[in-house]
């Protein structure tokens, strides 16, 4: 994995979560807070999920080690969506700024129950990334289960949009 590789990663993730993101926005109140189950039980719930998990760890890759989640962590969707965009430019300069040697470095953090982590910048880059695909896969279902078509997030698709 190179650094190109890392931002075509990143731009499939900040696509996929944007057509996800602009699909729950759609929702009326009731239907983002609905109980719908699972680890976390309302589409509003994974989304705020979803960004303090990235905030968090572009944080730790910048050298910052967050000890808790932020009071904005319970914010209302609007505003989750605003962080998101703020992370996405904050972590795309980063990226940009990467070297193909830096991926392999090694960031030492602080999880947030206070437990020490150290791993390659390149794995933890996918861990991100891969976790983002987990929870759009159950935004979708929580999606479809309140009675609304949900978008593709599939990587080919963004793939195909890209090259016209």
């Known amino acids: 994995m190179d650094n190109q590789d890392v931002i075509k990663l990143y731009r499939y993730n900040s696509w996929a979560n944007s057509r996800l993101f602009d699909a729950a926005s759609n929702l009326s109140s009731e239907q983002l807070t609905h109980d719908l189950g699972g680890s976390f039980h309302t589409v509003r719930a994974v989304i705020a999920h979803m960004v303090l998990t990235e905030w968090v760890w572009f944080q730790r890759w910048v050298g910052v080690n967050p000890p808790a989640a932020p009071a904005w962590a319970d914010d209302d969707l ?3 969506l605003a962080r998101m965009s703020e992370v996405e430019k904050g972590r795309s300069e980063f990226l940009a700024g990467l070297s193909d040697k ?5 960031i030492d953090f602080t999880y947030l129950s206070g437990a ?3 791993h390659k910048l390149q794995d933890l880059l996918t861990r991100v990334v891969n ?3 987990f929870h759009r896969g159950q935004l979708t279902s929580m999606i479809r289960q309140l009675g609304v078509a949900p978008p593709s997030t599939d990587f080919v698709v963004f793939r195909a949009g890209e090259s016209t």
Do not use: C
């Not at 830096?102 to 090694?106: F, G, I, Q, T, Y």
């Open 78 to 80: 609007p505003d989750l």
């Open 102 to 106: 830096e991926l392999s470095s090694r």
């Open 116 to 118: 020490a982590g150290s």
């Open 131 to 133: 976790h983002g695909t």
